[in-house]
């Protein structure tokens, strides 16, 4: 089957956010009264469970265990995670995000060469459109087709839940498609969707398993700047193109075919 379509991942994928979304986290804790700082190390386990709400309440039930009777506690952990949110878009308008290598060129080069887009995200709506409007030209985020964001479906990846919403707002099968993620809970959800996924690993997901992929790299590289491969052939390539993809997608429906 041909590659009809590219699903975009965003934190870590598109943009070097998520460090900015564990400050939001830590200013929403103290805006509450909480004296909780998730540093860089609880972050990157915590990053194992997707979605904002859903990190937080993990984070209470491995560590506030007496917080549990609260009967007001998903009204708190809901209102701490709206500061969360604001606070995300100051630190994105103040500190600004760093657009990943490859991102913008690939989504324009794939949209002109007639691939549908799309993106699959655990993100909040509203934190997703601060990302694009803040860090990004205005058309980009009109380039793709169906936005999948975290307040799509109820379960977050590593379901393959947000996949499936995706692909059938498309109408298109997994196998017509490829994703680009950048951490394990990404991975797994593509390919329990279906989804051949290409991995480009993030600041915090470096040096994480991501057997399964069809391909490792450091980044998407640029022509003037050539990207790391970690696992996967690079056809001699130094940078990702559309032609990559295209034979990456058919190399991974060949193994799959032959398994
Ligand atoms: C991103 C996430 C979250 C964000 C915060 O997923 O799960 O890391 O930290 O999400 P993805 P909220 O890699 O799928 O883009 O907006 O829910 O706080």
Request: glycine share 8%; with cysteine.
């Given at each position: 089957m041909e590659l009809a379509a590219l699903l975009f991942d965003v934190d870590g994928t598109i943009a070097e956010s998520e460090d900015v979304h564990r400050q939001a986290f830590n200013a929403a804790f103290k805006e509450f009264g909480?004296?909780?700082?998730?540093?860089?190390?609880?972050?990157?386990?915590?990053?194992?469970?997707?979605?904002?709400?859903?990190?937080?309440?993990?984070?209470?039930?491995?560590?506030?265990?007496?917080?549990?009777?609260?009967?007001?506690?998903?009204?708190?952990?809901?209102?701490?995670?709206?500061?969360?949110?604001?606070?995300?878009?100051?630190?994105?308008?103040?500190?600004?995000v760093g657009i990943r290598p490859g991102i913008v060129r690939l989504i324009r080069e794939a949209h002109q060469q007639g691939l549908r887009l799309a993106i699959v995200t655990a993100t909040s709506e509203e934190s997703l459109k601060t990302l694009f409007d803040k860090a990004l030209d205005?058309?980009?985020?009109?380039?793709?087709?169906v936005i999948g964001d975290g307040d799509k479906v109820p379960a977050k990846k590593p379901a393959p839940d947000i996949?499936?919403?995706?692909?059938?707002?498309?109408?298109?099968?997994?196998?017509?498609?490829?994703?680009?993620?950048?951490?394990?809970?990404?991975?797994?959800?593509?390919?329990?969707?279906?989804?051949?996924?290409?991995v480009t690993v993030s600041s915090y997901t470096q040096g994480e398993d991501f057997d399964g992929a069809v391909?490792?790299?450091?980044?998407?590289g640029e022509p003037a700047k050539s990207f790391d491969i970690l696992a996967g052939d690079a056809h001699g390539q130094t940078y990702v193109t559309v032609d990559l993809l295209r034979q990456w997608h058919k190399e991974s429906s060949l193994s799959k075919a032959l398994a």
């Open positions: 909480f004296s909780w700082y998730w540093d860089a190390a609880i972050y990157r386990d915590l990053l194992s469970v997707g979605g904002g709400v859903e990190r937080i309440r993990h984070y209470i039930n491995r560590t506030q265990p007496e917080m549990l009777t609260r009967p007001d506690l998903f009204s708190l952990i809901e209102a701490m995670h709206d500061a969360k949110a604001s606070a995300y878009g100051e630190l994105v308008e103040e500190k600004g205005k058309d980009v985020l009109s380039l793709f087709e996949y499936t919403w995706v692909l059938q707002e498309m109408g298109l099968p997994p196998q017509a498609c490829l994703s680009i993620e950048d951490a394990p809970k990404g991975l797994q959800a593509s390919m329990a969707a279906g989804v051949p996924a290409v391909s490792v790299l450091s980044n998407l």
